[in-house]
């Protein structure tokens, strides 16, 4: 079973709509949560981490359910610019620090946003 | 501004021919990770220096050596490239005692192809 699971999609969704995006993690042990955004040939950049009370930013909630191990990502009024890979990401180590542990990425989501 | 830089951006290197990629960072956080990215895969972590204490991840090949001379830099070095190696390299940093340690920043990656 992989560690973070994520339907790779693509996604093509009209601009203006609003997409959801899941993932699943096997480590019950995972501390912290995050979405990352890949856009093509780039490095990942941190979007959002994600709290059990769930948390939003702009146009992007994210959500944790801890007892079922998933996380998910909701974009509204999508924009062109939205168009890129979306990576779950969870990390044993808490959001207070202390620790030195590496991320475990998901494979990602591909969204494409059409005019 | 540039806080984790990479070089250098791409690399091309023959089958068998040592090669050292570069990872230097502005932010003086204690932690720098490297991790390998295929395509279409998620970033995998390889290693990780705390300060000065090197942490290997149990899977990642003998091929794969790092080094940290400074706080500032770190290297990877793969000693006999095999095409099964081209992939994209990403640094990243995080200071676990910053009350964000579970933030990474990621440097721009390097590109590597191996002839």
């Known amino acids: 079973r992989k560690e973070v699971e994520q339907d790779p999609g693509p996604f093509n969704v009209p601009e203006g709509a609003t997409v959801a995006f899941n993932c699943t993690y096997s480590?019950?042990?995972?501390?912290?949560f995050f979405w990352y955004r890949q856009d093509c040939r780039k490095e990942p950049k941190l979007l959002m981490s994600v709290y059990s009370s769930g948390n939003e930013d702009g146009r992007f909630t994210a959500q944790l359910n801890r007892a079922s191990q998933y996380i998910s990502l909701l974009i509204r009024d999508s924009k062109l610019s939205d168009s890129a890979t979306y990576l779950c990401v969870v990390s044993p180590t808490n959001y207070s620090g202390g620790g030195a542990d590496g991320l475990t990425f998901g494979k990602g989501t591909h969204l494409i946003i059409q005019p | 501004d540039a806080m984790v830089i990479q070089n250098p951006r791409y690399q091309v290197t023959q089958f068998g021919k040592p090669v050292t990629l570069s990872c230097s960072q502005t932010l003086n956080h204690n932690v720098m990770y490297w991790y390998q990215q295929k395509s279409s895969q998620a970033p995998k972590l390889l290693f990780h220096?705390?300060?000065?204490?090197?942490?290997n991840e149990a899977d990642t090949p003998d091929n794969f050596q790092s080094r940290r001379p400074n706080t500032s830099f770190c290297f990877l070095d793969i000693r006999s490239p095999g095409l099964g190696d081209a992939a994209m390299y990403l640094c990243a940093t995080s200071s676990p005692t910053s009350g964000r340690g579970d933030t990474q920043y990621f440097g721009p990656g390097t590109r590597l192809t191996v002839l």
């Open positions: 220096y705390y300060d000065k204490d090197f942490n």
């Open positions: 480590n019950s042990a995972s501390q912290s």
